[in-house]
């Protein structure tokens, strides 16, 4: 073994499957050929509620198979019941799987699966998220476990006796994952056992739940991820298309695909639960918290409780006496909310920092010194000290770099030909994660290592910084490392979710290199279950601040944003350029959300009616006019081996509020329901 | 997708058999059939057939050939002198990659996005005649606050069609029962009880060529309001021309796209403009009396003030930039 004083780790190595990605090489799920291979296609319940009765089958269409409930294999429960598809003749949403149909071609799988015809027995439904609904309720816990219910001190006492006093309502709407790859699967049956080839973020974990869902072994599934184009939460488990392929597979004794198209991803792979949040903030006249009250409403559907964790944030952002949160879930006739990039956090933070900036304003304290005066010193609820937190050293930084200072904190004060302009800040929270994974090395007599570990990459650098992980722990150049990921027959690797894929896999991944050298071995495997679960919990967060500048177009209410920034703490940096394409990827994610994005719900139909990219905005190039991305030199060496926090989510966290504030700044109109769209803001300038 | 037969036009009076549509850059109709709203039984394609050419009219104006794509219209350097407005109305549509395929008679036809008439699996009496409209008690921000009905309050997508239309542009076909010089201002008709009908054409009819008028029209402007920077259909825009001698209103062209099922010639408005004094309150006034007759619902109000906010600004660097032709 050759020593080497150069590290990897902290270089910008770039994206190691770069090449192949830009000149096609790289293979997603659905691009692996196969002899004989037949196509599926989702046939979706076109009513919110009711009863499938039967399926008709048009004998001119070419479907080698129609299956639903009434002729499909039966399947064990899954923990998640969205994959007991085709099991029941309740439809719990509309857009639900009813049927598939497997055909020769993907034309003729299609055109099958528009004239299927569904004999069915509709019921009443009920598809709106009200915070005066009378089934709304408390779960016993919101994901992925904390307490639905906190509280310290007396708030309504403390609210009572408050000097300023801010009690503000804020609406997010449902918001749909939509990776560039949409969610595709290839099932092949050889015998008793099942290769997927499928897009996701834990083929472990798919593996898993696949075999389970058909009451096979873990090992007989074997599942293939090489490559994955985004996922956003959305993949972070088997999806209903995982188990419908296999379905279809195993019926038909041939390889079948099932690729989603756009219009499916809104409501068969999961969504961001729309919230309504009220938000009380109680202060002293110079800006000292008094009390934090923050009521969070979400929804799921009928058939299990998804309770997503919205008001989480709020109980280590800042320093009060009084404090308290809470979440209401109501469950409708609507597909089940998933995770999407930062679940809980993106929602909360948007309303806990919009109510920081209304609170600024009323105080006449400049809302970066408002937050200031409200840092906490150790976690408020938990009393358990920080391993590390320079939130404050991001806001004061970061308005260094933005050009804060001097900022005229009336609002519409500025004005350029027809626009008004406006600057916000606002905070962001994530926490630092880490994950049992098992991960495994292997020495070859030409000097070079194999390093293995089930892990995935969704697009986001994983495999080019666990190979500058390995690279350093084995003392060696980057170039001496082959690194292997995306299956499930690797060792056993946790979820690329939570911002927490790095540190998880890094840490197993330094483990194995660190035996391999120790022991003299050729071959060392390290699990970090153990450490894992001895570790502390509380008090890991990373932080960061937004800045941003709009300008909003008094003739039409349009909104741009000229200017996003955010300054990070999220602990050592492993690859400067992957981690800044995260940082930027969760600010442009925010800017959506901010300005752009939403599910828009038809009542009567029970359905968001807009499902396609055409439809459903996200930022296009042009509204990314600049932006930047900057990071704190953190150290924290309480978390892993590597010393680092996720980067994959903080970007999206406080990046819309601080948009939202600035186009306060700016019109001097506060809108409260995202997105800010120029119907909102004309009626006002 | 249903299974379909394909052959090329051979000649513009074929006439096209019932269950037959014609195809030329395809950027809408085939999104229609994959999605089921479209069902042709043949397609015809006419990228052979059609001009793709733009070439000068004696006594002045130019003639399109239907087949001209979107991006080589707005980069024409004739078009961009004399008709500033259609370049940048080209330009404010699509995306680059829909401009190349797209083409000026297939733009023209393109077919509302109304979210209800783009789902198959939902009532609209535009693709499924009697079976309702959703959109009125449902989600209808982006549709007509005029020209609409009680059976269909779609709006026109097209932002090239708004500016043909301000430009008094005749669009030139070819059918069964021979050619017709129709105005671009009528070749769109409002939905009242038959909304399935778009236009005027009649079966087989092919759109061959658009014709811009000899007059120039170089003080004019296309301005787009929408919920992005790019890549979004208009919420609200306007095509306009003005001239202006001694502080007063000469010729005013003035068409509004995404407020009705049609590109709308803002005809009242233009009426009280000529000969009034070349003033923001004559604007304002003048779109006030066009949006005398706007139905607005629950989620499009907003757009009143937005086309009378978007005409008086339009109209205001039009006269401050000289109003000459």
Not at chain 1, 181 to 194: K, S, V
Not at chain 1, 213 to 222: E, K, L
Not at chain 1, 410 to 427: C, F, K
Not at chain 1, 650 to 675: K, Q
Request: hydrophobic share 40%.
């Amino acid at each position: 073994m050759t020593a080497t004083t150069h590290r990897a780790v902290g270089t910008p190595l770039a994206r190691l499957e770069g090449p192949k990605k830009v000149t096609g090489a790289a293979k997603y799920a659905a691009e692996y050929p196969q002899d004989d291979l037949a196509y599926a296609w989702i046939v979706q319940s076109p009513v919110a509620r009711g009863r499938l009765d039967a399926v008709v089958v048009d004998p001119t269409d070419e479907a080698i198979v129609v299956l639903w409930h009434g002729n499909a294999p039966r399947l064990r429960d899954a923990d998640d019941p969205e994959l007991a598809v085709l099991q029941s003749a309740a439809i719990s949403y509309r857009g639900q799987p009813v049927a598939l149909v497997v055909a020769d071609t993907p034309e003729g799988a299609r055109r099958a699966a528009q004239t299927v015809r569904l004999e069915i027995t509709a019921e009443e439904h009920d598809t709106v998220l009200r915070t005066d609904h009378p089934e709304l309720y408390t779960p016993e816990t919101v994901n992925p476990g904390f307490p639905s219910e906190t509280a310290a001190g007396d708030v309504d006492r403390a609210w009572a006796a408050a000097p300023v006093r801010i009690d503000v309502e804020y609406a997010t709407p449902a918001l749909h994952n939509n990776p560039m790859e949409p969610h595709a699967t290839i099932a092949r049956w050889d015998g008793d056992e099942l290769t997927l080839w499928d897009s996701n973020q834990h083929p472990s974990g798919v593996a898993a739940t696949v075999s389970q869902v058909f009451g096979m072994r873990p090992d007989q599934t074997r599942v293939i991820t090489e490559h994955v184009g985004g996922g956003f939460g959305s993949k972070g488990t088997a999806r209903p298309n995982a188990v419908l392929a296999a379905m279809g597979a195993r019926v038909t004794g041939r390889p079948v695909k099932l690729a989603l198209p756009r219009q499916q991803m809104f409501t068969v792979v999961g969504h961001r639960t729309p919230t309504r949040q009220r938000i009380r903030l109680a202060a002293t006249s110079d800006g000292a918290l008094t009390a934090i009250d923050h009521q969070a409403f979400s929804q799921s559907s009928r058939l299990f409780e998804f309770a997503e964790q919205t008001a989480v944030a709020t109980r280590h952002m800042y320093a009060a006496p009084n404090r308290r949160t809470g979440h209401r879930l109501l469950r409708l006739d609507m597909p089940t909310p998933r995770w999407m990039r930062a679940p809980g956090e993106a929602p909360g933070m948007f309303a806990l920092e919009c109510a920081m900036d209304e609170l600024a304003a009323e105080l006449g304290i400049d809302p970066i010194e408002l937050r200031v005066r409200n840092e906490p010193e150790v976690e408020p609820e938990t009393g358990t000290p920080f391993t590390s937190r320079h939130y404050v050293d991001c806001l004061r930084q970061g308005a260094e770099r933005f050009g804060w200072s001097g900022r005229d904190p009336r609002p519409r004060q500025r004005r350029e030909g027809d626009w008004w302009i406006g600057t916000g800040v606002a905070g962001a929270t994530y926490p630092a994660m880490a994950q049992p994974s098992t991960a495994r090395v292997r020495a070859f007599d030409d000097g070079g290592f194999e390093v293995a570990i089930g892990a995935a990459d969704l697009g986001t650098g994983a495999r080019t910084i666990l190979t500058q992980i390995a690279a350093d722990a084995l003392g060696v150049p980057v170039e001496r490392i082959t690194i292997r990921i995306g299956d499930s027959s690797l060792p056993k690797a946790s979820v690329a979710g939570g911002s927490s894929g790095s540190a998880s896999w890094g840490w197993a991944v330094t483990g194995a290199c660190r035996a391999l050298r120790e022991s003299g071995e050729r071959e060392a495997v390290f699990d970090t279950t153990e450490l894992i679960q001895k570790q502390e919990k509380e008090g890991r967060h990373a932080f960061g601040a937004h800045f941003a500048e709009v300008r909003v177009d008094a003739v039409t209410g349009e909104v741009r944003v000229s200017r996003l920034f955010g300054m990070y703490a999220a602990g050592r940096i492993l690859n400067p350029r992957t981690a800044r394409s995260q940082f930027l990827g969760g600010m442009i994610m925010g800017m959506g959300m901010a300005l752009h994005e939403e599910g828009v719900l038809d009542p009567a139909m029970g359905e968001w009616v807009n499902h396609d990219l055409a439809e459903y905005h996200i930022p296009a190039h042009a509204d990314v006019e600049n932006i930047d991305a900057a990071w704190l030199d953190e150290q924290d060496d309480q978390l892993n081996p590597m010393g680092s926090k996720g980067v994959g989510e903080i970007g999206i966290v406080g990046s819309p509020a601080a948009i939202v504030n600035a186009v306060w700044h700016a019109t001097g109109v506060r809108v409260r329901d995202l997105p800010v769209r120029l119907d909102k803001l004309l009626p006002h300038l | 997708m249903k299974t379909f037969t394909y052959r090329s036009a051979t000649g513009f009076a074929d006439g096209l058999e019932p269950g037959a549509v014609f195809l030329a850059g395809g950027t809408n109709l085939v999104d229609l059939m994959k999605l089921g709203v479209a069902a042709p039984d043949v397609l015809v394609d006419v990228n052979r057939l059609v001009a793709d050419e733009i070439s000068e009219l004696p006594g002045g104006g130019l003639r399109i050939g239907a087949g001209v794509r979107n991006s080589d219209l707005a980069a024409d350097p004739r078009v961009r002198t004399r008709y500033p407005v259609l370049s940048q109305a080209l330009l404010a549509g699509a995306s680059g990659q829909l401009r190349n395929m797209a083409t000026t008679g297939g733009n023209l036809l393109q077919r509302t996005r109304c979210r209800y008439f783009m789902d198959a699996t939902k009532p609209c009496n535009k693709h499924a005649p009697g079976t309702g409209c959703p959109a009125r008690d449902g989600d209808h921000r982006n549709l007509a606050i005029l020209g609409g009905s009680d059976a269909c309050i779609a709006t026109h997508p097209s932002d090239m069609a708004v500016a043909l239309v301000a430009l008094d542009a005749v669009v030139n076909t070819s059918g069964p029962a021979g050619e017709r010089r129709i105005p671009a201002e009528e070749l769109h008709r409002l939905p009242g009880d038959a909304p399935e009908r778009d236009t005027v054409l009649e079966h087989g009819e092919l759109i061959t060529s658009v014709d811009l008028p000899a007059v120039e029209v170089t003080n004019s402007a296309y301005r787009k309001a929408r919920d992005r920077a790019s890549y979004a259909f208009a919420v609200g825009s306007v095509a306009a021309a003005l001239t202006v001698a001694g502080g007063t209103v000469g010729d005013v062209r003035l068409a509004w796209g995404a407020v009705a099922p049609k590109p709308w010639r803002a005809r009242i408005a233009e009426e009280r403009l000529r000969g009034a004094p070349a003033t923001r309150e004559s604007f304002l006034a003048a779109a006030d009396a066009e949006l005398a007759g706007a139905r607005a619902l629950r989620d499009n109000a907003y757009k009143i003030a937005l086309m009378r906010n978007l005409t008086a600004s339009v109209l205001e660097r039009l006269a401050a930039a000289g109003g000459t032709r």
